[in-house]
């Protein structure tokens, strides 16, 4: 199906009342749990390993989501907190690479399926979303006053271990009966 199918379908807008704007509320944890779960489904039809949902990368993509409704900053450096590397970093998350989808609308009824929409017709978006070296993300929604849905999703790749020379030659000792 090509965008302007996909984008003009009935499916895409067709929402039972029970989402409409005003329950949304309600039902952001079922928002970001859907997002989420719809780009492991993208990653797994790509080839791309599945991410895991990690609490404290979500606690920062909702706050930042939080931010973005409250002080409605454009882009992705908070005046105040600075970029997603800065963010993580200060809550104290070790990484080696992170990144982050931002997501915005309004009047949309079902906000899940317009946000992942956009961010695969997105280049950028898109390559954080499939590239293969994140490991882990969480997705953050807030809605403003005016029922503004703000998402985040911030990408990580763990700090790998090294391991220690003693490590590694104890144990290429014991894989060829030496040691």
């Known amino acids: 199906m090509r965008r302007r199918e996909f984008l003009a379908s009935p499916a ?18 079922e928002f970001e749990r859907r997002i989420f779960n719809r780009i492991n489904e993208l990653r797994c039809e790509c ?12 606690s920062e993509a909702r706050e930042q ?31 080696s690479r992170c990144g982050e989808n ?19 017709y997105s280049a950028g978006h898109r390559e954080n979303l499939l590239n293969p070296a994140y490991l882990q993300s969480a997705v953050g929604i807030a809605i403003d006053p005016d029922r503004r849905i ?12 090294q391991k220690s020379p003693a490590t590694s030659s104890h144990r290429a000792h014991r894989l060829f009966g030496r040691g």
């Open 12 to 29: 895409l807008f067709a929402v039972p009342a029970l989402t409409r704007a005003e329950n949304r509320e309600p039902r952001v944890e």
């Open 150 to 161: 703000y998402a985040t999703q911030i990408f990580v790749t763990p700090l790998q271990t």
């Open 102 to 120: 931002l997501f915005s609308e309004r009047g949309y009824d079902d906000p899940v399926n317009l946000a992942v929409v956009c961010w695969w």
């Open 47 to 58: 080839g791309a390993p599945l991410l895991e949902w990690v609490d404290a990368i979500y």
């Open 65 to 95: 989501s939080a931010r973005k409704a409250e002080l409605r900053f454009p882009g992705h450096v908070d005046p105040e907190r600075g970029d997603v590397a800065q963010r993580l970093s200060t809550r104290g998350l070790v990484w």
